[in-house]
Structures are given as C-alpha cells and as structure tokens.
C-alpha cells in the first residue's frame, strides 16, 4: 500500500506539472494571437471599453504579442525544468491578465481567465523547476555587450538628436539604434552632419560585432550539443560537470546490466563503436566515442573525480590496457574488472584491477550451487569474492 501510495503521489505531481506547462504554453498563444488581433483593432469593446482609450488599447495589444513570445520561451524552458523559467513566467502572467483587461476586448476574456487559472498551477509546483542556466563568462559578456551597445546608441543618438531627422524621443533613439545595429536601416531616420554619420558608423560598427560574437558564443554550444547527440557523444558542457561519476569502459554483453544496476547514479560509457554509442545517447545515457586506452578521453571525462572504473568489455586484453591507464591517472581510483577468460585474472589484478570477477566462473558456480539446492547466491558471491569462509 505504500508503495502504491507514494507512486500515486508521484504521478500525481508529474500530472500537475505537465498541466502548468500546458497551461503556460496555451496562455503564450492566446498572448499572442490576441495582441496581433488587438493590434489592428479600430474600436474597444467589452466590460471595460468606456474606461480604456483606444490607444492604451492598441498599445496593450502590440505588447501583449511580444509578451506572449516571451512566455512561449518560458514554456519552453518549463519543458526543460529551469528554475528561471518558473520566474519569469510567475512575474509575466500577471502581466498577460493585466494586458487582457487593458485590451478591454471580447477576445482577451479567455486570456485573462487562464492566466489567472495558470498562476496557482505554477506556484504550487515549484518545487519541480530547479535546474539552473549554466552561462559562461564569454556568453554573459556577450550578451552585455549588445546590451551595452543597444544603451551607448540609444543615449548618444538621443543627445545629439539635433544632429538627427527624425529624432525626437528616446523612443525614436532605440528605434534608430536598433535598425543600424542590425544592419536592417529602413532608411527614415538619418543623419544631417558629418558628427551625426560618424557617430551613426560607430554605431553600426560595434552593433555589427557584438551581435556576430553573441551568436557566436550563445549559438555555437547549441549546436554542438546537437551533433554530440546526433553523434552520440556528450558535449563539453556535459563533460565539464561530471564528479563522482562512474566509468564504465567499452560495450558487451556485462554493459547493459552495469549501467542498469547503476540506477540514478551519474555514468559515462567509453565505446569505439559509434552505432552503440548512438544507441545508448538516444535512450538517455551519457556515452563518448573513444579509445578508453588512451590517456585523452579519459582526461576529457574528468578520470581524476571518478568515483570508480569498471572495465567489462569482451576483450581482456583491451581491458588490461585500460586499467593501465587508469591507474597511471588516477593512482586512487578503485578499479574492477570483469574477465572473458579465468586464466586473465590474476594479469587483471596486475594491471592494477583493485577486484577481477569471471563472469563465467561466478556464473557456473551459482548454477552448480543450485543444482545442489544451495539458493542462497549472496553467501555464494561472498565466497568467491573471499568475503566468507
């Protein structure tokens, strides 16, 4: 009864997840096509259309499509189990509830009720969401450099705005410094002096830059990550948070109930084979495309904070010179070791295998054991390991 319980409640909770993730994706879109609709609107209607010009009207609709797109991002980073996410979406369905009012349409009815439905499905679940976005360095001072150049345009445009056709607002300076970064230049803005040009090339120039960097280095991990999957190879971000993980080398007929008996625990296997390696990626392992004799693979997967390294493959000559790496890296390591033939044990052990299991040996002497009516395979296991006398 506990069992079923506590898996009742489990399922229970996934339930309730995956509802705020609906919920929050469907408010995106209604978000969306909403704001487009009110956007073009001509009149207001509905409960509050006599308090609500139609300005704020159309204003509310323009901004409810972008935070619509917005909260489509944060549906998707729900998906994904961000504990960013989650915040933006508390803070933007509010924002989504208050435009819909603002809107005062018959249409923004439906947005206003589920944002407020939403809210509670998300608040509750909190708990759900806690991975968190690991930037670098080099990402973050992208992204202020195109925040920084979006700030330098935007006040430098506006306090030369005399230098300027068109300029009248800080608006129309964020307008201005948007299209040039971007290379877009619709032309309707334009400088009438030599300073205004200048000032208009800096602009451009450093817009140009900060943007190809940027995509660069936010783009650039996300398509590695891609072909890692699609080569099932880990990527390097992946690479860089394994601790006490467990190593398990090469893919046989013992790799399977390894990585099966390893559960929850974090573990890497090392395969030459590139059609195994993909198949294992695709069902959620985490596998790399190597020679496991060889230092550099090894070093990649961070063999100095391994937990253990278990060398299972069918061919023992290969494990031997696995383990020989191993040990020359990581002289702590605790290292087993499953041998093809029981004649290789004792070469295993000197490898530097801290224990060598015969599969085939343990195997006949648990059957031997039975046929005797012995059903006791631990005190069996135990024997053979030394454990018991």
């Known amino acids: 009864m506990g069992a079923t319980s506590e898996s009742d409640f489990s399922s229970s909770n996934l339930l309730r997840t995956r509802v705020a993730i609906l919920l929050t994706a469907v408010v995106a879109v209604l978000s969306v096509v909403t704001g487009i609709v009110n956007i073009s609107a001509t009149g207001v209607s509905g409960p509050l259309a006599e308090y609500v010009p139609p300005a704020a009207a159309r204003i509310a609709g323009f901004t409810g499509a972008m935070t619509g797109f917005l909260m489509l991002v944060s549906a998707y980073g729900l998906r994904r189990r961000f504990r960013v996410a989650w915040y933006t979406t508390v803070v933007l369905l509010p924002i989504t509830a208050f435009q819909g009012l603002v809107q005062s349409s018959v249409l923004s009815l439906p947005l206003v009720g589920l944002s407020l439905v939403s809210l509670p499905f998300v608040l509750i679940n909190w708990h759900h969401f806690r991975r ?38 800080a608006l129309d300076a964020f307008y201005f410094t948007l299209v040039t970064a971007s290379t877009v230049g619709y032309g309707d803005i334009a400088a009438t002096s030599q300073f205004g040009r200048l000032f208009s090339m800096s602009v451009l120039l450093t817009g140009v830059a900060s943007f190809g960097v940027a995509l660069g280095t936010l783009l650039g991990p996300l398509i590695e990550a891609r072909l890692a999957t699609a080569l099932g190879n880990m990527s390097e971000k992946e690479l860089d948070v394994l601790e006490d993980h467990y190593i398990v080398v090469g893919y046989g007929d013992l790799t399977e109930p390894i990585i099966e008996s390893l559960g929850d625990r974090s573990a890497v296997v090392i395969t030459r084979n590139d059609d195994e390696a993909r198949r294992l990626r695709d069902r959620g392992y985490q596998v ?58 004792p070469k295993l052990r000197r490898a530097g295998a801290d224990t060598v299991l015969s599969p085939s040996v343990l195997g006949g002497r648990l059957l031997v054991e039975s046929a005797f009516g012995n059903d006791d395979p631990e005190r069996i296991v135990g024997q053979l390991l030394g454990f018991d006398e």
């Open 132 to 169: 968190s976005v690991n930037m670098t360095t080099t990402q973050l001072a992208s992204l202020a450099a195109i925040v920084g150049v979006q700030t330098y345009g935007t006040v430098g445009t506006y306090a030369l705005r005399e230098e300027f056709e068109g300029v009248n607002t």
């Open 288 to 345: 790399i495309t190597a020679d496991p004799s060889d230092e550099e693979p090894l070093q990649r997967i961070h063999i100095e904070r391994a937990a253990a390294f278990i060398a299972a493959t069918d061919d023992d000559a290969q494990d031997a010179l696995s383990i020989l790496t191993a040990r020359e890296l990581n002289p702590d390591l605790r290292i087993v070791a499953a041998a093809t033939d029981r004649e290789n044990v």
